[in-house]
């Protein structure tokens, strides 16, 4: 891949990738916040993909200016904030411990509630066959069949298989401390 705009003019195409990377990351520290920082190298990858399409779609020719490098990096950074508030993502241990609220503030019955369901699910889990609790927990997460498929690197039957029986198995389990469904 040949940048032909930039300080990557005439370097190899291995140099190239290297020096839009750091400076892709750079705009990327600019805008991420401290909250976010154990996922900036993933959130780097998702920004370094746009931009090689990017230059696949226009043959080259695209010119990757500081400013549309810090663009790439803000839009991939609300992109990720957007798919964290679709999925809402809390932890067991912070409904636990309180810390997060799954429930309206003010309603601390409802919260306890919330924190005795938590840790009876994570105990379920914890009861499953490792693979049956990997499945499950990708698809609490959100995550659809396909999806926790490619991650756990399974076919998407077995996988279905494996969600279906471990859902099964953790109603049951729940049912036994007294939470239906």
């Given at each position: 891949m040949e940048l032909r705009h930039g300080p990557w003019a005439g370097a190899s195409p291995d140099a190239g990738l290297e020096t839009l990377r750091r400076d892709l990351g750079r705009a990327l520290a600019s805008v991420c916040p401290a909250s976010l920082a154990d996922r900036r190298e993933d959130l780097l990858q998702v920004a370094m993909m746009k931009v090689v399409e990017l230059r696949g779609r226009t043959q080259g020719q695209a010119e990757l200016t500081p400013a549309y490098l810090y663009r790439v990096a803000y839009t991939t950074?609300?992109?990720?904030?957007?798919?964290?508030?679709?999925?809402?993502?809390?932890?067991l241990e912070e409904v636990e411990q309180g810390s997060a609220q799954p429930v309206a503030p003010g309603d601390p019955e409802r919260a306890a509630g919330a924190a005795q369901i938590a840790r009876a699910v994570r105990d379920c889990l914890q009861g499953l066959v490792q693979d049956r609790r990997l499945a499950v927990t990708l698809h609490l997460q959100g995550h659809t069949v396909p999806e926790a498929a490619e991650l756990l690197g399974w076919e998407a039957k077995r996988t279905e298989n494996l969600i279906y029986r471990g859902l099964s198995a953790l109603r049951a389990c729940l049912s036994t401390k007294g939470i239906q469904p």
């Open positions: 950074l609300i992109d990720e904030l957007r798919r964290m508030g679709a999925r809402k993502e809390v932890a």
